[in-house]
C-alpha cells in the first residue's frame, strides 16, 4: 500500500511528468496535473500520445520532477530514450525524485478524458528542502501557454509567455533560463 502523502501529492493539483509506454514499447513523458481529491486520483488529458498509451496500455507513471528542463523538453519534444529507466511493464525517468506507478482506468471523453488512478507501487529516490522558487514555478507556467500557444497559435499565449520569462529573468537561476532559451526554440519563436 502506498502513503501518497509521502510523496508530497497534496489536495489539489500536483504538476509531474507522466511516463507511459506505446503498444510497442516505445517509452513517452509529458507534464500532466496530478489532481487529487480526498484520496481520489485523476489526470484530465486531452488527446495526445500519453492518452493513446494509456488506452493501449492502462499504467503510467507520476515522475515527480524538479528540473525545469525536463519540463521543458517534455512538454514540446520527445525525450531522448536514455532519460527513461524500463522495468517490468513500465517505464519511469531515471532523474525522478520519486515516483508512483498507478493502474488506469477510463471512461474515453471526445476532447478530454478523465483518467482515474490507483497507485500500485511507489518510489522515492531523493528529498530535498524547497523554498517556494518564483523563478521554477514560471517557467512552468510558461510551459502550460506554450503547449497551448502550439495548438491554437493564439498571440495571448505568447504574451503570457513573455510575462513569464521576465519573471523567470529577474527570479531564475541557470536552468531556468536555459529551459526558456528551449522553450521559444520549440516554439519557433526567436527572443531578441
Ligand atoms: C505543467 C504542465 C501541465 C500539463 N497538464 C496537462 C494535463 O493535465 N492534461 C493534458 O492533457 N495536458 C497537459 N499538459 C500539456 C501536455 O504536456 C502536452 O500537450 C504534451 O505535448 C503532450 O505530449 P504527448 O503527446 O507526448 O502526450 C501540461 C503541460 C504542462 C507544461
Known amino acids: 500500500m502506498i502513503d501518497i502523502e509521502e510523496f508530497g501529492i497534496h489536495e489539489g493539483i500536483s504538476e509531474i511528468i507522466l511516463t507511459t509506454l506505446s503498444q510497442d514499447g516505445v517509452p513517452n513523458a509529458a507534464p500532466m496535473g496530478l489532481h487529487r481529491r480526498g484520496n481520489r486520483l485523476f489526470a484530465r488529458i486531452y488527446n495526445s500520445k500519453t492518452l493513446d498509451n494509456i488506452l493501449n496500455r492502462p499504467t503510467a507513471a ?47 471523453g471526445t476532447n478530454v478524458t478523465v483518467v482515474e488512478l490507483s497507485p500500485i507501487r511507489g518510489k522515492i529516490n531523493r528529498t530535498t528542502i524547497k523554498p517556494v522558487y518564483r523563478g521554477f514555478n514560471a517557467v512552468i507556467e510558461a510551459a502550460v501557454h506554450a503547449t497551448r500557444y502550439v495548438v491554437l497559435k493564439e498571440q495571448k499565449y505568447l504574451d503570457y509567455i513573455r510575462y513569464y520569462n521576465t519573471v523567470v529573468q529577474k527570479c531564475g537561476g541557470t536552468r531556468e533560463k536555459e529551459a526558456m532559451r528551449l522553450l521559444y526554440e520549440l516554439i519557433g519563436i526567436q527572443v531578441k
Do not use: H, T
Open 62 to 108: 507520476a515522475n515527480i520532477v524538479d528540473d525545469p528542463f525536463l519540463f521543458v523538453q517534455s512538454s514540446l519534444s520527445d525525450l531522448e530514450p536514455e532519460r527513461f529507466e524500463l522495468m517490468e511493464g513500465f517505464s519511469v525517468l531515471k532523474d525522478a525524485l520519486g515516483w508512483i506507478v498507478f493502474d488506469c482506468s477510463y471512461k474515453k
